[in-house]
Nanobody, 116 residues
């Protein structure tokens, strides 16, 4: 069992920045990959970025490449998503995920709203 708790969402104007955090506990050391995902209103959850647990192999979706950055602090069991130059189309609930035992485990999500 792994527990993931996201935070850092909120309301921001177009062009602004936010940093999301995700604190992991439980069996998180068994994870092979980490990632951030988002679900816009009325749409399915989609990838934002995936990386290996050890880092250095991040793959971003084209729409966020160059604006978002994933990082982690192993000592704090925390994964971050730095989001810059935010756009209204980035509005969504953002979830962090860990890939453990053949499936992705997600947190409860944090809402990001970008106003125009």
């Amino acid at each position: 069992q792994v527990q993931l708790v996201e935070s850092g969402g909120g309301l921001v104007q177009t062009g602004g920045s936010l940093r999301l955090s995700c604190v992991a506990s439980g069996r998180h050391f068994s994870a092979s990959h980490i990632g951030w995902f988002r679900q816009a209103p009325g749409k399915q959850r989609r990838d934002v970025v995936r990386d290996t647990w050890s880092g250095g192999s991040a793959e971003y979706v084209l729409s966020v490449k160059g604006r978002f950055t994933i990082s982690s602090d192993k000592a704090k069991n925390t994964v971050y998503l730095q989001m810059n130059s935010l756009k209204p189309e980035d509005t969504a609930v953002y979830y962090c995920g860990l890939y453990i035992d053949g499936s992705w485990q997600y947190g409860q999500g944090t809402l990001v709203t970008v106003s125009s």
